[in-house]
């Protein structure tokens, strides 16, 4: 599906040779297509190049299952109203064993109708990461004597790196195109929030 956004469009014809070196990375590892984030980090290729290998371990190498990865992946994508991001991971969550319930619940920002306790536990996790910017040490306990440390160290990678793709999407406009509706409403056109604190 093609992708639209607001940055310069750049081919591999007028890369650099650094740009067409990680664009060859990206092409050939598990991710497969210049996607999502990678629209803009090409643009500065000694970023890409770091954020492709975080990210592919972040999606592909840690010790969670898909599914509950996903599962901070969307909850990452709701909360900064990542229109791209949750385009992109809402299918591939479902396959990995999300339920629709807990998928619109999550889009919707309330409270998903959890049957698995690992699954409440991620959520827990990113809902006092990205709200209390902590976590407590009851909850810490929990998570490793679930998961064990690194793979809560995992965890918290996957929330931080996902967070770095939904602000370059968001940024950038970068989304899927398609006739389906978005996801999440797009702020009122006008003065920017920038615009508006800096009165």
């Known amino acids: 599906m093609a992708i639209q956004s607001r940055l310069t469009p750049l081919d591999e014809a007028q890369m650099n040779e650094a740009q067409r070196a990680v664009l060859n990375e990206i092409l050939n590892g598990p ?28 999606r592909y190498g840690t010790r969670l299952e898909l599914r509950l990865t996903e599962l901070a992946i969307l909850y990452t994508a709701a909360w900064w109203q990542s229109q791209a991001e949750w385009q992109i991971h809402e299918p591939i969550a479902r396959s990995a064993g999300l339920t629709d319930p807990i998928i619109e619940a999550l889009r919707q920002q309330s409270f998903p109708p959890f049957t698995r306790a690992d699954e409440l536990l991620v959520y827990r996790v990113g809902k006092s990461l990205y709200e209390a910017r902590r976590v407590d040490d009851l909850l810490y306990a929990d998570a490793v004597k679930a998961f064990g440390e690194p793979a809560v160290v995992e965890l918290i990678g996957v929330f931080g790196y996902y967070a770095l793709v939904a602000m370059t999407l968001n940024v950038f406009a970068v989304r899927r195109d398609s006739d389906a509706p978005l996801p999440f409403d797009e702020p009122a056109e006008g003065r920017s929030a920038e615009q508006k604190t800096s009165r």
């Open 31 to 58: 991710r497969g297509n210049l996607d999502g984030p990678f629209l803009a980090w090409i643009h500065s290729p000694e970023l890409a190049n770091h954020a492709q290998r975080l990210g592919a371990f972040c």
